[in-house]
């Protein structure tokens, strides 16, 4: 077992939205509310609600702050379903071939193309920090998580930046059959 344990935390479904289509969402010129602050440095929780309307259903989602150079939806496998779309399970930011949805906003639609994915469980690391726990950008790690139901999270992505402060992110489905509920901790396995 590793000493050297970090924070595990849920990702619920969620958007990211660019200035332009939060513009057509919200109006022209519309900033974005912060609710709360989340765990990695200037990301925010905004009061703002979208809805997501996939060939099956839609729901409402939360759009995080700051806006984004691409608009991407964040879902659980669960919520695919419910929407009836099969988005793959990528990296944040990596879009290509995903699908699409319309989002609905107080002020006007978007259709996007592309943009519905599962994130990959990750574990966000400081340039400082990953040296101590040996891993580099982009590397795939297996996480131990000691509760009630452990489990044992493989194909973790490390993701290395200066911007990030240490946190694993993981989806709501797999928070649940984790039985984690609120912030817990997790360590790498050799």
């Not at 994915?117 to 966000?124: E, L, N, Q, S």
């Not at 490390?158 to 509920?181: F, P, Q, W």
């Amino acid at each position: 077992m590793s000493d050297k344990k970090f924070m595990i935390e849920t990702s619920a479904r969620h958007l990211h939205v660019t200035r332009a289509d939060l513009d057509i969402l919200y109006g022209p010129g519309y900033q974005l509310t912060n609710k709360k602050d989340l765990s990695q440095p200037g990301q925010f929780a905004s009061a703002e609600k979208v809805t997501v309307v996939g060939p099956k259903g839609e729901m409402k989602m939360s759009i995080l702050g700051p806006e984004r150079s691409a608009t991407q939806v964040e879902i659980s496998l669960t919520d695919a379903r419910s929407l009836g779309l099969t988005p793959p399970v990528r990296e944040s930011g990596d879009l290509d071939g995903t699908p699409g949805a319309k989002l609905i906003g107080p002020a006007g639609e978007v259709e996007i193309k592309q943009g519905v994915i599962v994130a990959k469980r990750h574990i966000h690391f400081h340039t400082s920090e990953a040296p101590a726990f040996g891993v580099v950008d982009k590397q795939i790690v297996s996480v131990k998580y000691e509760g009630p139901r452990g489990v044992t999270f493989d194909e973790v992505v490390c993701r290395v930046a200066d911007n990030y402060k240490l946190a694993m992110h993981i989806d709501t489905d797999e928070a649940n059959a984790a039985g984690i509920s609120g912030t817990v901790e997790g360590y790498i396995v050799k």
